[in-house]
């Protein structure tokens, strides 16, 4: 069990080392022991990668660890996204940057091209907004270059996986409108990956078998994942309007607002009185003027703890002396509501 947490001590190390944590020489083992909570077999184990490199030199127990700064070595983190955020990723970059080594950003539509020209410092890939592909995965795992996906979606024995744990926020918002009254319940998605509104509507319908909610036809309403979002919006609404069975409210992970009449027009949809929507909306933009029968909740940092943590876990490869077993880690975020869903007409809170 211990030597699964050595590349974990050896990168933080480290990392400690370049961010100038341990100066000239590092504390002793005794002390490193009760930083990281490890045995001691741990530390020497990591103490002993960082000597192969050259970070540290071990000299006679008086003397301790000393620390060989001109052995650091740099090089180039690649941060693949499926289309530019590079506004997004500013945080991420300087936590890279502080380790000492290079980010650098391309979309996944550049990518090709970069892969015949694979720079000798590459340390490793970052997979951000759910770019990893089959492609990409077989050609980096036989380069044996480490290599963290950001999206559990794509999923594969081989590769590291981090996401936000997507049932956990499902079920905080359904819970939410069950202690409000209702019961009825629909969701709209609008993601661009083939595969992701389905996988989200399996959870969906999990966390609504779990409460013994209804599910009726919206709760299995197919849409293109290739399409627009005001586009499923209106067909979401138009094969509600056809089999004339409607939600009493609706949870939208994407702001439909901007579009959202529209799509009830251009549908045709007859939705009762007491129709609430739940919609998403960027923790950037400012709260708007409440709107009847539309509630707002947003996401606290919403990307940059996930993408650091699977920095931190591509840093923990990069001083892996064999292969691990990779790992699929869900995090936990805070959605925030702007304010309570409005109680159902006819129902008493307990």
Known sequence: MYQAKIPAVTAEIERRIRRGIYDTKLPPVVS????????????????KLLAQRGIVKTENKRNGVKICRENLCGGTILIISRSDCRSLLTN???????????????????????RSEIPDDLRGVLFVNSALTVEWAEF??????????????????????FDFDLEYDINFLVQHLIAHGYRRIALFYSGFLEGFNDYFWRIFRKIKRRYALPCESYDNIPVQWNETPRNKLIYT??????????????????DVRDFLQDAIEKSGIQLPGNFQFVILRAHSLPVTEPVQGISTFYMKSPMF?????GYSR???????PQNQAPCLQL???????????????????P
């Open 32 to 47: 490193l022991q009760q930083e990281f909570s490890v045995a001691r077999q741990t530390i020497t184990d990591s103490v």
């Open 92 to 114: 991420l970059s300087r936590e890279i940057k502080a380790d000492g080594l290079t980010p650098r950003n391309i979309t996944l539509s550049k990518s090709r091209m970069f």
């Open 140 to 161: 980096l795992i036989q380069k044996k270059i480490p290599l963290v996906s950001c999206n559990q979606l794509f999923s594969s024995p081989k590769v590291d996986m």
């Open 237 to 254: 609404f138009s094969q509600m309007q056809q089999k004339k069975q409607y939600p009493e409210a609706m949870i939208s992970f994407f």
């Open 305 to 309: 703890p996930l993408w650091n943590a």
């Open 314 to 320: 591509l840093r923990e490869l990069m001083f892996s």
């Open 331 to 349: 995090l936990r975020r805070e959605l925030c509501l702007d304010k309570e869903v409005p109680v159902i007409q006819n129902f008493i809170l």
